[in-house]
């Protein structure tokens, strides 16, 4: 079964940034899909079986910060 992971994203200043970071976390294994990622508050939603430390450590590998 698969569950909703949001997180908090910081260091997004555009939509380049929002781009890298959806693409980061949909590349993550056990990643379904990427619901949403926003600048504004800084937010990131993925569905799947993705391990938490999985998607905060392809935020970082893509340049930015992240955290449950």
Known sequence: ??????LKVEG???MHCVAAVRK???AVD???EVVD????????TVRG?????ALIA???E???TASI
């Open 12 to 14: 997004m200043t555009c």
């Open 1 to 6: 079964m698969s569950e909703t992971i949001q």
């Open 49 to 53: 079986n993705a391990r938490a430390e």
């Open 24 to 26: 980061a976390l949909a």
């Open 58 to 60: 392809a935020v970082k």
């Open 37 to 44: 990622v926003s600048l504004e508050p800084g937010s990131a």
């Open 30 to 32: 056990g990643v379904e």
């Open 62 to 64: 893509a340049g930015y």
